[in-house]
T-cell receptor, first 115, second 113 residues
Framework: NAGVTQTPKFQVLKTGQSMTLQCAQD?????MYWYRQDPGMGLRLIYY???????DKGEVPNGYNVSRLNKREFSLRLESAAPSQTSVYFC??????????????FGDGTRLSIL | GEDVEQSLFLSVREGDSSVINCTYT??????LYWYKQEPGAGLQLLTY?????DMKQDQRLTVLLNKKDKHLSLRIADTQTGDSAIYFC?????????????FGSGTRLQVQP
């Protein structure tokens, strides 16, 4: 099982360039998430999609847009990259919203550097 | 709002037990998770506990929950060098309407041979 797949694994951009990070899951999960991980700050939620066709802002959405292309895919776009967006980006998915134990499953991350 | 705190670093000798601590602020029905992150990798789910439980054991892992103090711990018995990683505590409470996990900043576990 592939689980959650992120592409690319590494990317270097210049300030002002645009970039789309791709994420796909093969677990038939309804909910998908984008986080960024910075040293000493844990993971912070950028955007999430509770179900196909819906997206909502998380804790740090500024400078990002998302698209829930279908049930499997959830992409994150940087329209005009800034050095403050240098980070490791993780995509995650979980089965559904509501209640009950619904752990999130993570991809291996995209390491993004903005020069 | 929700907040999860962890100590940043723990060093133990191989074969000893490791105890990683976490405190959280959410007071409603909550699921609490422990994730492990090895260098250059994503987060791997280790175990979880619901807030109506006091303890959960899974092989070398024991999770203890003190609801009164909102304190969660992860004990790793017979710690091995392969356990060296960053461990994240995370919580979610559906009663608050939140839709995603709140993570601590992670505890780096270093296992000395």
């Amino acid at each position: 099982n592939a689980g959650v797949t992120q592409t690319p694994k590494f990317q270097v951009l210049k300030t002002g360039q645009s970039m789309t990070l791709q994420c796909a899951q093969d677990m038939n999960h309804n909910s998908m998430y984008w986080y960024r991980q910075d040293p000493g700050m844990g993971l912070r939620l950028i955007y999430y999609s509770a179900s196909e066709g819906t997206t909502d802002k998380g804790e740090v959405p500024n400078g990002y847009n998302v698209s829930r292309l279908n049930k499997r895919e959830f992409s994150l776009r940087l329209e005009s990259a800034a050095p403050s967006q240098t980070s490791v980006y993780f995509c995650a998915s979980s089965s559904h919203q509501g209640s009950g134990n619904q752990p999130q499953h993570f991809g291996d991350g995209t390491r993004l550097s903005i020069l | 709002g929700e907040d999860v705190e962890q100590s940043l670093f723990l060093s133990v000798r191989e074969g000893d037990s490791s105890v990683i601590n976490c405190t959280y602020t959410d007071s409603s029905s909550t699921y609490l998770y422990w994730y492990k992150q090895e260098p250059g990798a994503g987060l791997q789910l280790l175990t979880y506990i619901f807030s109506n439980m006091d303890m959960k054991q899974d092989q070398r892992l024991t999770v203890l929950l003190n609801k009164k103090d909102k304190h969660l711990s992860l004990r790793i018995a017979d710690t091995q060098t392969g356990d060296s990683a960053i461990y994240f505590c995370a919580e979610i409470s559906y009663d608050t309407g939140r839709r995603a996990l709140t993570f601590g900043s992670g505890t780096r576990l270093q296992v000395q041979p």
